[in-house]
């Protein structure tokens, strides 16, 4: 492949805003849990709720702090490498980006901080209502994200005079119904990013011998919570691929890995798609299937990449790999939750240490589908970078040389690579200094802006 | 709403070189330490607020994008590698404050990514205040420039300015918060970067009468402009008396004053052009309907929010640092 700026910048992004989704889907999905343990802490006054409690909003303060600086240089970069779509929908995308920023330093000014600094300071309801309000905030952020991509997948409510999209209907862009499949979807996920990232811990403390009563509480609720959203999830799945079969079909086709139009079409289990000769090597497909899924039907035409000029389709391989290891995590998360909670209401979970050893390793698997989730739907809505509207290739900035994007994407890796090594060595010193020391912590009057730093105290247990 | 959104991004753009300008001046600072008791206390003296300081970096940026995003796509594209390297240096000396106290080895690193970072962003800034003064290429509302427009003697010079500026009003916000030798220190260095903010300004002056910009034109016809530079040399002048005086709290007000008046002139001398002489506010001004969008819900609501929050987090971080106090 030719190396040009184009595919530098496009590098760059997918480098850049992988490495960021990391962390804040992790911190949505960890808000949520501690409201919801903090409820429980309140109904039932365990004081295990509270360590759990503790433990948990300290690591959340790292990969809080990790999201924002790793934000910023998001909120840059439309600018610096697009700047021919950041001038055309600027309107557009702007404000919706511009209300995430405003609403996560919201949510960062006025609660964040009385998480972290004033639980002696507020009575019980208000330090509650503060846990849910870092939630809101979190799950705000994440609304107009969606708002913003979905209106990039499937572009509404606005026309285009002379050369500039003007708004018209800013309840068609908010209310895109597209958003309402994307944004649950994206935020259920991130909820199992939370309650896998939670029971991994607590079987990791299990298979070490170690905080019993706090790995417990971890490894019971993460999993029963994931049991419970999973299908929750594989739901607004089908709904996503819904919408991607009736307004995208060019991506449908990639993901299905289907060359041809087919009546009724079967489901391709895995194969090698060959873009050359347009067809798939080593295919395993299900007859029928095909069709049941994308049109709920025995009989339906489903279509095929061919149909459309090869200048506006997707690299098929991606979206088809990527969608296949989604739906694979998604299957072994839902076969680890269901299985472990089988076990903890037979009263022998802990027991089970193939399942402690499955549920520890599977840490990564909600990450792992949230990032290839993602390469499915924006590497499937190649080539273009609003859908149907403006091409990737037009919307890059003219005047960016080949040499300049390389910099810039070298310069990225290494600051990256650094603040992520230090981010993760110190998560994992938290974790393993574990949940015991946190109630000796000495009330912190100083430094409410000071997330990381609290990963310092609690590692040496201070 | 045009009016109100160049408002609030004049505001914060404001707020920002006021706020993180002292943060960065420190971290300048830093690199001039020679103890690890004095490095502390510099770390400690802005450590709680730094990050609330750079959040107006960003609602700078992203107001730009949705207000005027024709300003946004032009500049942060024409200033792509400035850009760069000034985050590169913002993010490495965010995570320098952090990091420091938890390195188990090789504290040195930490230091120069805090001294360097801070060093570099400040630098950048100034450079691209300078290109927009210098002036950039544009054509019929396009930008005709390169990669390597912004690049001048004239806007590496004012990179220079700007860290001596930024250094100034570190060393202020020190003479604040501190005590004993380092106040002391900080007393002695505001003299000298005063006069070689001065010294760097003058040169300016003088490059930019002997290329005949064209701001200087719009001195000549707006000669009520000369009230903000007359403004900056009486709040030059108490900063000198105050000093002499060893007033605690005055210089930070009177430097930042000075810097204030900077920026009226700056804006003041280009309006109505956002860009200078190339595109104007109201030709960058995105569609009614999106500033009406904005203004509604961020704007009218968590925009006063954004600023009593500042304003109270200062208020509770108020008062003396000491050496001691690791912040951490």
């Given at each position: 492949m030719h190396?040009?700026?184009l595919l530098?910048?496009?590098?760059?992004?997918?480098?850049?805003?992988?490495?960021?989704?990391?962390?804040?889907s992790?911190?949505?999905?960890?808000?949520?849990w501690?409201?919801?343990?903090?409820?429980?802490?309140?109904?039932?006054?365990?004081?295990?709720?509270?360590?759990?409690?503790?433990?948990?909003?300290?690591?959340?303060?790292?990969a809080?702090g990790?999201?924002?600086?790793?934000?910023?240089?998001?909120?840059f970069?439309?600018?610096?490498?697009?700047?021919v779509l950041?001038?055309?929908?600027?309107?557009?995308?702007?404000?919706?980006?511009?209300y995430?920023?405003?609403?996560?330093?919201f949510?960062?000014?006025?609660?964040?901080?009385?998480?972290?600094?004033?639980?002696?300071?507020?009575?019980?309801?208000?330090?509650?209502?503060?846990?849910?309000m870092?939630?809101l905030?979190?799950?705000?952020?994440?609304?107009?994200?969606?708002?913003?991509?979905?209106?990039?997948?499937?572009?509404?409510?606005?026309?285009?005079?002379?050369?500039?999209?003007?708004?018209?209907s800013?309840?068609?862009?908010?209310?895109?119904?597209?958003?309402?499949?994307?944004?649950p979807?994206?935020?259920?996920?991130?909820?199992?990013?939370?309650t896998f990232?939670?029971a991994?811990?607590?079987?990791?403390?299990?298979?070490?011998?170690?905080?019993?009563a706090?790995?417990?509480v971890m490894?019971?609720?993460?999993l029963?919570?994931?049991?419970?959203l999973?299908?929750?999830?594989?739901?607004?799945?089908?709904?996503?691929?819904?919408?991607v079969?009736?307004?995208?079909?060019?991506?449908?086709?990639?993901i299905e890995?289907?060359?041809?139009?087919?009546?009724?079409?079967?489901?391709?289990?895995?194969a090698l798609?060959?873009?050359?000769?347009?067809?798939?090597?080593?295919?395993?497909?299900?007859p029928?299937?095909?069709?049941?899924?994308?049109?709920?039907?025995?009989?339906?035409k489903e279509?095929?990449?061919?149909?459309?000029?090869?200048?506006?389709?997707?690299?098929?391989?991606?979206?088809?790999?990527?969608?296949?290891?989604?739906?694979g995590?998604?299957?072994?998360?839902?076969?680890?939750?269901?299985?472990g909670?089988?076990?903890s209401r037979?009263?022998?979970?802990?027991?089970n240490?193939?399942?402690?050893?499955?549920t520890?390793?599977s840490f990564?698997?909600?990450f792992?589908?949230?990032?290839?989730?993602?390469?499915?739907?924006?590497?499937?809505?190649?080539p273009?970078?609003?859908?149907?509207v403006?091409?990737?290739?037009?919307?890059?900035?003219?005047?960016?040389t080949?040499?300049?994007a390389?910099?810039?994407?070298?310069v990225y890796?290494?600051?990256?690579?650094?603040?992520?090594?230090f981010?993760?060595?110190?998560?994992?010193?938290?974790?393993l200094?574990g949940?015991?020391?946190?109630?000796?912590?000495?009330?912190?009057a100083?430094?409410?802006?000071?997330?990381?730093?609290?990963a310092?105290?609690f590692?040496?247990?201070? | 709403?045009i009016n109100?959104?160049?408002?609030?991004?004049?505001?914060?753009?404001?707020?920002?070189?006021?706020l993180?300008g002292?943060?960065?001046?420190?971290?300048?600072?830093y690199?001039?330490?020679?103890?690890?008791?004095?490095?502390?206390?510099?770390?400690s003296?802005?450590?709680?607020?730094?990050?609330?300081?750079e959040?107006?970096?960003?609602?700078?940026g992203v107001v730009?994008?949705?207000?005027?995003?024709?300003?946004?796509?032009?500049?942060?594209?024409?200033?792509?590698?400035?850009?760069?390297?000034?985050?590169?240096?913002?993010?490495?000396?965010?995570v320098?404050?952090?990091?420091?106290?938890?390195?188990?080895h090789?504290?040195?690193?930490w230091?120069?990514a805090?001294?360097?970072g801070?060093l570099v962003?400040a630098?950048?800034?100034g450079?691209?205040?300078?290109?927009?003064?210098?002036?950039?290429?544009?054509?019929?509302?396009?930008?005709?420039?390169?990669?390597?427009?912004?690049?001048?003697?004239?806007?590496l010079?004012?990179?220079?300015?700007?860290?001596f500026?930024?250094?100034l009003?570190?060393?202020?916000?020190?003479?604040r918060?501190?005590?004993g030798d380092?106040?002391?220190?900080?007393?002695r260095?505001?003299?000298?970067?005063?006069?070689?903010?001065l010294?760097?300004?003058?040169?300016?002056?003088?490059l930019?009468?002997?290329e005949?910009?064209?701001?200087?034109?719009?001195?000549?016809?707006?000669?009520?402009?000369?009230?903000?530079?007359?403004l900056?040399?009486?709040?030059?002048?108490a900063?000198v008396?105050?000093?002499?005086?060893?007033?605690?709290?005055?210089?930070?007000?009177?430097?930042?004053a000075?810097?204030?008046?900077?920026?009226?002139?700056f804006a003041?001398?280009?309006?109505?052009?956002?860009?200078p002489?190339?595109?104007?506010?109201?030709?960058?001004?995105?569609?009614?309907?999106?500033l009406?969008?904005?203004?509604?819900?961020?704007?009218?609501?968590?925009?006063?929010?954004?600023?009593?929050y500042?304003?109270?987090s200062?208020?509770?971080?108020?008062g003396?640092?000491g050496?001691n106090?690791?912040?951490?």
């Amino acid at each position: 492949m030719h190396v040009t700026a184009l595919l530098l910048s496009r590098l760059q992004f997918a480098f850049t805003i992988s490495f960021h989704i990391i962390f804040p889907s992790f911190t949505i999905g960890v808000a949520a849990w501690l409201t919801f343990l903090e409820i429980l802490y309140q109904a039932t006054g365990r004081p295990t709720y509270r360590v759990v409690f503790e433990f948990w909003l300290k690591i959340f303060a790292v990969a809080f702090g990790i999201g924002v600086v790793t934000g910023i240089v998001m909120a840059f970069q439309f600018g610096m490498n697009w700047s021919v779509l950041a001038r055309l929908a600027g309107p557009i995308q702007g404000p919706l980006i511009s209300y995430e920023t405003f609403s996560a330093f919201f949510l960062e000014a006025s609660f964040f901080g009385i998480l972290l600094f004033a639980r002696s300071r507020v009575p019980p309801w208000f330090y509650l209502i503060s846990t849910a309000m870092v939630a809101l905030g979190t799950t705000l952020s994440a609304y107009w994200i969606m708002v913003n991509n979905s209106w990039m997948q499937v572009p509404t409510g606005y026309v285009v005079a002379n050369g500039v999209f003007t708004p018209t209907s800013w309840m068609r862009i908010l209310f895109n119904p597209v958003v309402w499949v994307r944004f649950p979807h994206m935020l259920l996920a991130s909820y199992l990013a939370g309650t896998f990232s939670v029971a991994a811990t607590g079987a990791w403390y299990v298979l070490r011998r170690e905080f019993n009563a706090e790995a417990r509480v971890m490894l019971h609720m993460g999993l029963y919570l994931a049991a419970m959203l999973l299908p929750i999830q594989l739901f607004f799945g089908h709904m996503v691929g819904g919408y991607v079969h009736d307004r995208q079909p060019v991506k449908f086709a990639a993901i299905e890995g289907r060359w041809h139009d087919e009546q009724p079409a079967s489901e391709i289990l895995i194969a090698l798609p060959d873009s050359t000769s347009e067809t798939n090597r080593y295919e395993i497909k299900v007859p029928v299937l095909g069709s049941l899924i994308g049109s709920l039907s025995f009989h339906s035409k489903e279509v095929g990449l061919t149909d459309f000029p090869r200048a506006d389709r997707p690299p098929m391989a991606v979206p088809f790999f990527a969608f296949r290891i989604m739906v694979g995590c998604g299957i072994a998360m839902l076969l680890i939750a269901w299985l472990g909670t089988y076990l903890s209401r037979k009263g022998r979970l802990e027991q089970n240490r193939v399942l402690m050893w499955l549920t520890f390793l599977s840490f990564p698997l909600p990450f792992i589908a949230i990032l290839t989730g993602w390469f499915t739907a924006e590497v499937g809505r190649q080539p273009w970078t609003i859908y149907g509207v403006l091409r990737t290739g037009d919307a890059v900035t003219p005047i960016l040389t080949t040499s300049t994007a390389l910099i810039s994407l070298l310069v990225y890796c290494v600051v990256y690579i650094v603040i992520g090594t230090f981010g993760a060595l110190f998560i994992y010193r938290m974790l393993l200094a574990g949940p015991g020391s946190v109630l000796t912590l000495p009330p912190v009057a100083s430094f409410p802006r000071q997330p990381m730093s609290l990963a310092d105290d609690f590692a040496h247990g201070k | 709403m045009i009016n109100f959104w160049v408002s609030v991004l004049a505001l914060s753009i404001l707020l920002y070189v006021l706020l993180d300008g002292f943060d960065l001046g420190i971290g300048i600072l830093y690199g001039l330490a020679r103890t690890d008791r004095t490095r502390r206390a510099l770390m400690s003296a802005v450590a709680p607020v730094w990050d609330g300081n750079e959040t107006w970096l960003i609602v700078s940026g992203v107001v730009l994008w949705g207000a005027f995003p024709i300003v946004y796509a032009t500049l942060f594209s024409a200033f792509y590698l400035p850009l760069l390297f000034m985050l590169a240096g913002l993010v490495l000396r965010g995570v320098a404050f952090e990091f420091r106290n938890k390195a188990r080895h090789l504290p040195w690193v930490w230091d120069t990514a805090f001294a360097g970072g801070s060093l570099v962003a400040a630098f950048m800034q100034g450079t691209m205040v300078g290109a927009l003064v210098h002036g950039l290429p544009i054509l019929n509302g396009n930008y005709a420039g390169g990669e390597f427009s912004w690049l001048s003697p004239f806007s590496l010079l004012c990179g220079a300015g700007l860290c001596f500026g930024y250094a100034l009003l570190g060393a202020c916000w020190l003479v604040r918060k501190s005590e004993g030798d380092i106040q002391n220190n900080c007393f002695r260095l505001i003299p000298t970067l005063s006069l070689a903010s001065l010294a760097v300004l003058a040169v300016v002056l003088l490059l930019a009468l002997s290329e005949n910009l064209r701001v200087l034109g719009r001195w000549v016809e707006r000669p009520y402009l000369f009230s903000f530079p007359l403004l900056g040399i009486v709040a030059g002048v108490a900063l000198v008396l105050s000093v002499r005086r060893r007033f605690e709290r005055t210089p930070f007000y009177l430097v930042a004053a000075t810097f204030s008046a900077a920026f009226g002139t700056f804006a003041v001398s280009f309006w109505p052009y956002i860009i200078p002489f190339g595109i104007t506010i109201d030709e960058a001004a995105a569609p009614h309907s999106s500033l009406a969008f904005m203004f509604w819900g961020e704007g009218l609501f968590v925009l006063p929010l954004m600023l009593a929050y500042t304003a109270i987090s200062y208020r509770v971080f108020r008062g003396k640092v000491g050496a001691n106090s690791v912040y951490h």
